[in-house]
């Protein structure tokens, strides 16, 4: 698989997201858990969404419950919750793990193309993956990486889609 356009995953209503449909798009890819610390990003998650959706970012949440049993909830309680509390209107997935065998082949395949500082693993919650309207990953972000401390990154991608 060469691009993030060649990859699909399965929504929180149960059916299936063909990442084609986001060509020509940006996209901020990031695993999330309900249950953490950095759970407060889904207000600057949904905030850069909001802030430029129209001028192309898809933004896309996929739940783990990988990292300290931080999303243990069902798909429907985490959506609820996402948007009950965050107001989050940005795509959300089907809960996935990130590493692993059964890691979901959009994270083995984020993970080859941009590796993290000590380990290509995705190490906790929030990692956040930048994609260009090309679909190739443009940079990774650390959990502890604010959304809003992305931005200029962002308006740079979208610039040259």
């Not at 965050?86 to 959009?106: T, W």
């Not at 993290?116 to 990486?145: C, E, H, M």
């Amino acid at each position: 698989m060469s691009t993030v356009y060649d990859f699909t995953a399965e929504r929180m209503d149960g059916s299936v997201q063909d990442f084609s449909d986001y060509k020509d798009n940006v996209l901020l890819i990031v695993n999330t858990a309900s249950k953490c610390g950095f759970t407060p990003q889904f207000e600057g998650l949904e905030a850069l969404y909001q802030q430029y959706k129209d001028q192309g970012l898809v933004v896309i949440g996929f739940p783990c419950n990988q990292f300290g049993s931080q999303d243990p909830g069902s798909n429907d309680e985490i959506g609820a919750f996402c948007q009950k509390n965050y107001g989050v209107s940005f795509p959300m997935m089907a809960k996935v793990d990130v590493n692993g065998s059964d890691a979901h082949p959009v994270f083995t395949w984020l993970k080859d193309q941009k590796s993290g500082l000590l380990t290509d693993g995705i190490k906790w919650n929030f990692t956040k993956f930048l994609i260009g309207s090309n679909g190739q990953v443009i940079d990774r972000y650390a959990p502890t990486t604010k959304p809003d401390a992305i931005k200029t990154d962002i308006e740079q991608a979208l610039v040259s889609k």
